[in-house]
């Protein structure tokens, strides 16, 4: 074997190495995936929650956008997020999914489509007024948790 | 866990060598009970605030269904799968049957009409400082609920656990009446603490516990070990928790925390509760909160 080729392994080798290492700063790619679709709830959620909570003026245009993406996050297919092998006991540290979520995939995804019709009509309400922005996010946030009370491993 | 085990059956039979008397389940008399008028909103308020719905209502119910108090959530510890029995007022499967005497004693005492320790499951260590007012309404309020046919289920427990006589000593080592917190004579915090420390009973999961499975009372709010499932519970204490008083009481009456997570867990239920209290309520937990002391 020329020397060059195996510099050029060697080199290879260590590219591939580090690319692996910060790989591994960013985790497992499903729950990653997940972590990132509940921070554009959380987002979206900031922006209504706001002005329900009176920290921020009412803003029609706002509202109807931060609702409009909520519903539309909620009917996303997320069948690639929640893969098996993926619970808190498989990722310690990582994961806060319960694996009981993946005992019970159909009252799981009720619970989603249960969110998306919240979403959906927060959506058809949101640009209306102060009111529909306070009355629609209670729906939505007590779907969010029956999720988290059933499928959520506590946050340390 | 060993050692934890170790000591219990150390301290049964202490208390077996000491005497069925030192650990007798203690009651409440029909004339303390029988001198209180029951309010039946008082009583509404004290069940939202002591959280009987989060055990003895359905898993996972919502609205009135959290009413029907059945029985049947399973609470899987370190010592078994606790299950918790119908409390209803049916007459035969649940407390129908029962006096208000016999209902508070069970609630604020761990003893049960027959006279049986029950397990500290049932959090009567913190119901313990409850006003006999509170319990008394609560006692009146339960028997206007629906009534419920489902027959109670039994605890799934493994030796020694399944000793009751260990309950009596963990009632003496652990029967303290103190507040955990100093909070003065200001009378917001005190309600607070009352509603905090007594019905709320937030320190069962908040506070670690020592080696006789009491509460530690100075690591109050510390964070814990899941008693019922994975994870920890975290520290609320406000060495951890930077929240401000308008952001708790917002947390308690719609789940979403202060970067619009929404809880999880226990604190779902627990959430649920406390949506039913008045703001003046929830803005006294939050400065009681406030007024714990931190640990790290």
Redesign the interface.
């Given at each position: 074997m020329k020397p060059s080729l195996i510099l050029s392994l060697v080199l290879g080798g260590a590219v591939a190495a580090s690319a692996a290492l910060a790989g591994g700063h960013t985790g497992n790619p499903a729950v990653t995936a997940r972590k990132a679709h509940?921070q554009l709830?959380?987002?979206n959620?900031?922006i209504l929650?706001g002005m329900a909570?009176g920290n921020a003026e009412y803003d029609a245009e706002a509202a109807s956008a931060a609702a409009a993406n909520l519903a539309a996050l909620a009917q996303l297919d997320q069948t690639s997020y929640w893969v098996p092998g993926t619970d808190?006991?498989a990722l310690p540290g990582e994961s806060?999914t319960?694996p009981a979520l993946w005992d019970n995939i159909p009252d799981a995804i009720a619970k989603g489509e249960e969110l998306a019709a919240a979403a959906v009509a927060l959506s058809e309400t949101a640009g209306s007024g102060l009111e529909a922005v306070q009355a629609g996010?209670?729906p939505v946030?007590?779907v969010?948790?029956?999720c988290?009370?059933?499928y959520?491993?506590?946050?340390? | 866990m060993a050692r934890i085990l170790g000591m219990i059956v150390v301290a049964a039979c202490v208390v077996i060598a000491a005497g069925w008397a030192m650990t007798r389940p203690a009651t409440v008399s029909e004339a303390d009970v029988a001198a209180i008028t029951p309010d039946l909103e008082q009583g509404r308020l004290a069940f939202f605030a002591a959280g009987c719905a989060s055990c003895h209502a359905e898993k996972?119910s919502?609205g009135d269904a959290r009413l029907v108090l059945k029985g049947g959530v399973r609470l899987e510890t370190e010592f078994g799968t606790f299950v918790a029995p119908n409390i209803s007022p049916h007459p035969e499967a649940g407390i129908g049957g029962w006096s208000t005497a016999e209902i508070v004693t069970a609630i604020m005492q761990g003893t049960s009409p027959g006279g049986q320790h029950y397990y500290p499951a049932l959090p009567y260590g913190s119901y313990a400082r409850a006003e006999l007012q509170d319990l008394v309404s609560l006692a009146a309020f339960l028997q206007t609920l629906p009534p419920d046919p489902t027959p109670s289920q039994p605890n799934e427990l493994s030796f020694p656990f399944t000793l009751r006589a260990g309950i009596g000593a963990w009632k003496l080592a652990n029967g303290g009446t103190d507040w955990a917190v100093d909070v003065g004579e200001d009378p917001q915090l005190m309600r607070g603490r009352y509603l905090a420390e007594t019905l709320g009973h937030c320190g069962e999961c908040h506070t670690p516990r020592n080696a006789t499975q009491g509460l530690d009372t100075a690591r109050w709010f510390a964070?814990a070990p899941?008693p019922s499932?994975?994870?920890?519970?975290?520290n609320i204490t406000p060495a951890k928790l930077n929240w401000s008083e308008?952001d708790i009481v917002?947390y308690l009456q719609?789940?979403?925390t202060p970067?619009?997570?929404?809880?999880?867990?226990?604190?779902?239920?627990v959430?649920?509760n406390m949506a039913n209290l008045p703001v003046e309520d929830l803005e006294a937990i939050a400065a009681y909160m406030k007024a714990v002391p931190p640990v790290e």
């Open positions: 509940m709830y959380a987002h959620l900031g929650g909570r808190s006991d806060r319960l996010l209670g946030g007590r969010c948790g029956q988290h009370e059933a959520q491993m506590p946050r340390n | 996972g919502e964070g899941n499932g994975r994870g920890n519970i975290p308008a917002a719609t789940g979403f970067e619009f997570d929404v809880a999880g867990g226990s604190m779902t239920s959430v649920q």
